[in-house]
């Protein structure tokens, strides 16, 4: 079973930024697609960044030019580079391995 853990999350005003890191273990990672997802309080959880192992992106339209996704497989670890957060970004953030492990999650709250 493969185990993901994720770090980063905080408060943080808005405008500001923050970076999430998931560090997954085993030695399989590089060839997995990773993705970040979100669950907003009392919404669905959402995508918002995958990663694919030849490290093509693809980004929800809601964090285009704001997020950035990106993986380092020496490390076993994907991050996501949050800028100009919003309100509205506050969720918690989960890490998928896909089609293999999820993440516990980080809390992101964005406030002033």
């Known amino acids: 079973q493969v185990q993901l853990v994720e770090s980063g999350g905080g408060l943080v005003q808005p405008g500001g930024s923050l970076r999430l890191s998931c560090a997954a273990s085993g030695s399989m990672f590089r060839i997995y697609a990773m993705g970040w997802y979100r669950q907003p309080l009392g919404k669905e959880r959402e995508l918002v960044a995958i990663i694919t192992s030849g490290e093509s992106t693809n980004y929800a339209d809601s964090v285009k030019g704001r997020f950035t996704i990106s993986r380092d497989n020496d490390k076993n670890t994907v991050y996501l580079q949050m800028n100009s957060l919003k309100p509205e970004d506050t969720a918690v953030y989960y890490c998928?391995?896909?089609?293999?492990?999820w993440g516990k999650g980080t809390l992101v709250t964005v406030s002033s």
């Open positions: 998928y391995m896909a089609g293999v492990s």
